[in-house]
């Protein structure tokens, strides 16, 4: 009897960190530009399914990392199944990207009354629009009027706001304090531009959401600079990444932020479903903000 797919792909979680380490190794953070101004569906957050429903977690970052790569303006991705379906097809040549599916498996042995849960990652390949001829305009819809920036900055003003954090102002440093549990930023004025402060309080959000009271999420870190700080960092980061882009807002790196790159480098190459375990913690961070908008007082 065959085994199921998880035995199949036993490298998959190597590509897609690969992947991102390559991008790493260059210099560029795959989630840097997570959306693009030509396209109407351009100030969405995540990159879309089909059915216009937003990627979440790892995939999110493949298809960012895919659309910098290739220069796609839209953010809508296909099966080439279903672009048939809509009465289109894939160009010949087109390269397809690849996204991933986990799940898990439960299964009783011979003479054991206890099920076990065996974790599978499947992957399968997807197109830009971009790459598709004849799908409905919609589709291949081009942007009209957008936001203004004052608008746009307003809202995540609102959005911090709506945190019910204490954020303090002073000094040169941003961070998060566990203990007294606040997040710490330097005056607005100190920042090159808006963008670069909502960044930055993205970024400390993130953090503020590991205390116990909120998400509790312990990777094991105990000192400044070792293997779980640097893994809580690139939580951070991708969590930013993720709210920032929910909030229309370029991702700015902070100055810092190169510190870190040799760090997430090594947590990376030393266990290839780091990135994987990173963007899930990021995820959950990022919905977990935007659930605290609706929350009454």
Known sequence: MSRPVLETRPDLYARVTDQILSDLQRGVRPWTRPWSAEHLAGHVSRPLRHNLQPYNGVNVLLLWAQACAKGYAAPIWMTFRQALELGAHVRKGEQAATVVYANALTRTEAGEDEEHRIPFLKAYSVFNVDQIEGLPEPFHAVVGPRLDGERRIAQ?????????????????QAYYAMGPDHVRMPPFEAFCDPQAYYATLAHECVHWTRHPSRLDRDLGRKRWGDEGYAREELVAELGAAFVCADLGLEMTPREDHAAYLASWL????????????????????????????????
Do not use: C, M, N
């Open 156 to 172: 995540a003003e609102a959005f911090f706001a709506g945190l019910k954090a204490d954020i303090q102002h002073g000094g040169s």
């Open 266 to 297: 090594q947590v990376l190459k030393a266990d290839k479903r780091a990135i994987f375990s990173a963007a899930s913690h990021a995820q959950k961070a990022a919905d977990y903000l935007t659930a605290l908008q609706a929350a009454p007082d």
